[in-house]
Nanobody, 123 residues
């Protein structure tokens, strides 16, 4: 069992940057594949990025590739999403997710979810 708490959201102008954090409670954080998803108003939940247990492998959605970077610090039980060159279309609630898995794929299902943090990008 793991609990996830996101932070770092806020209001930023287009072209700006934000760093989201997701702190995980519980043991064995380093066995989890960690991911970020987002959901814009009136739209479905969208995959953003994920990272394997060691941080050596990552996947990104095409819409954020080259602008966002996912990373993790297993000593702090935390995963990060650095978001640069933000666009108004990045406005969404961002969710952290976790799945205990030794196998890392771009498309996975996740058993554990955080409550989300709002990111708003103004034009």
């Amino acid at each position: 069992q793991v609990q996830l708490v996101e932070s770092g959201g806020g209001l930023v102008q287009a072209g700006g940057s934000l760093r989201l954090s997701c702190a995980a409670s519980g043991r064995s954080f380093n066995i989890y594949v960690m991911a970020w998803f987002r959901q814009a108003p009136g739209k479905g939940r969208e995959f953003v990025a994920n990272i394997n247990w060691s941080g050596s492998s990552t996947y990104y959605a095409d819409s954020v590739k080259g602008r966002f970077t996912i990373s993790r610090d297993n000593g702090k039980n935390t995963v990060y999403l650095q978001m640069n060159s933000l666009k108004p279309e990045d406005t969404a609630v961002y969710y952290c997710a976790a799945e205990p898995s030794a196998i890392h794929r771009m498309t996975m299902t996740y058993d554990y979810w955080g409550q989300g943090t709002q990111v708003t990008v103004s034009s």
